[in-house]
């Protein structure tokens, strides 16, 4: 079962902050999507709405709402980028 934070203080549609249950923190993920301009800008790209990069950070409080989120992670903190806008 995926714990999710629903907050309405979330003012990003492609935010979402979710607990991951393999490193046991919990995750804010960040997408960004490509719009007509970038389609224009990079070949790469085929679709309005293909993820361009997407940002994953561990965080122990809703950077929106403020309110503190159950961790049980020992692990240091560490974030993840991915870059889809070229290969
Ligand atoms: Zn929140």
């Known amino acids: 079962m995926i714990k999710q934070h629903i907050c309405t203080a979330i003012n990003n549609e ?23 301009d970038d389609l224009e800008n990079n070949n ?15 965080v122990n409080f809703c950077p929106y709402c403020g309110e503190k989120l159950q961790n049980n992670s020992k692990q240091p903190a560490t974030y993840v980028y991915h870059d889809f806008s070229h290969w």
């Open 14 to 36: 492609h935010a979402s902050l979710v607990f991951d249950e393999d490193y046991q923190q919990w995750q804010l993920t960040l997408l960004t999507l490509a719009t007509e």
């Open 44 to 58: 790469q790209l085929e679709n309005v709405g293909d993820i361009i990069d997407q940002i994953v950070l561990p």
